[in-house]
């Protein structure tokens, strides 16, 4: 099975012109990338048809503050792990992740998530300098159920001084179609909102989340990159990204929750 390290058609058209991505350099890249959905196999395991080996699944089971992890060891290959909150939707091949609203959630978080964590290849976690390189997360989705809204991309800040758990971008999909983008002001908290884009619900959409420097950059479906900047007091933090499905309401309901759809993934540090 070729994993999926291309993005599909829709990202292929012109989100590469973002700060920080690797771009297609010919025709040959361009005609990959707009195969990349059709190489879904919708018969096996996410693993099978992403390259999860630099990634960790956070799931909304486990105990109260402690969150299953499971390893990237056990997300790799087409007999790779799945369970009803992370699996291969079988009528189109996407990668599926589940997060009903009373799901066990981190120490520092209200609301569960059913999202990767980036890991490096040997297994450490990710934990890279915003100041140095191009950072970007891109990836294709579709969200096809969400009671309010939902966080599809992140990142999120490591190690660092002063030690904070908060993110410094977190790109949401809300229930009436606005994609919006909440940039955090200071490690210590406090996030500024925008709306960059609408999609109907259950309609797929691209998106690219670029850090170079001090310049934060988000595409959606191709469009001209909006762009933010990264607070001084970030200088000292080092990152990591995040993607998948962290709900933004809570209840006591297993029933309510939000379930999106991967059809491509794809990080890059140059």
Request: one cysteine or more; charged letters at 15%; proline letters at 5%.
């Amino acid at each position: 099975m070729k994993y999926l390290s291309t993005l599909t058609a829709m990202v292929a058209i012109s989100l590469f012109g973002t700060v920080g991505c690797a771009s297609p350099t010919d025709e040959e890249d361009l005609e990959q990338s707009a195969e990349s959905t059709a190489d879904l196999s919708a018969t096996v395991a996410p693993g099978g048809n992403f390259d999860l080996s630099v990634w960790d699944l956070q799931e909304p089971v486990g105990s109260p503050g402690h969150p299953t992890t499971i390893k990237s060891s056990q997300l790799r290959g087409p007999n790779g792990f799945q369970d009803k909150y992370f699996y291969t939707d079988s009528s189109d091949g996407s990668m599926t992740f589940w997060d009903p609203e009373n799901g066990v959630t981190t120490p520092n978080s209200h609301y569960s998530r059913s999202e990767l964590r980036e890991m490096n290849s040997n297994g450490s976690a990710a934990n890279w300098n915003p100041l140095s390189g191009n950072h970007t997360l891109s990836a294709t989705v579709k969200v096809s159920k969400v009671p309010s809204n939902v966080c599809v991309g992140q990142i999120h800040l490591g190690t660092g001084t002063p030690a904070s758990t908060k993110p410094l971008v977190e790109l949401y999909y809300h229930s009436n179609g606005d994609i919006v983008v909440g940039i955090e002001r200071s490690p210590s908290g406090g996030q500024d909102t925008h709306t960059i884009g609408h999609v109907s619900l259950g309609t797929k959409w691209s998106y690219v989340i670029g850090l170079s420097g001090h310049s934060i950059s988000i595409t959606i479906n191709g469009g001209s990159a909006k762009k933010y900047t990264m607070a001084s007091s970030f200088d000292k933090e080092n990152m990591y990204f995040k993607a998948g499905n962290y709900i933004q309401s809570s209840g006591s309901s297993s029933t309510v929750g939000s379930l999106v759809h991967f059809y491509a993934l794809r990080v890059n540090h140059n």
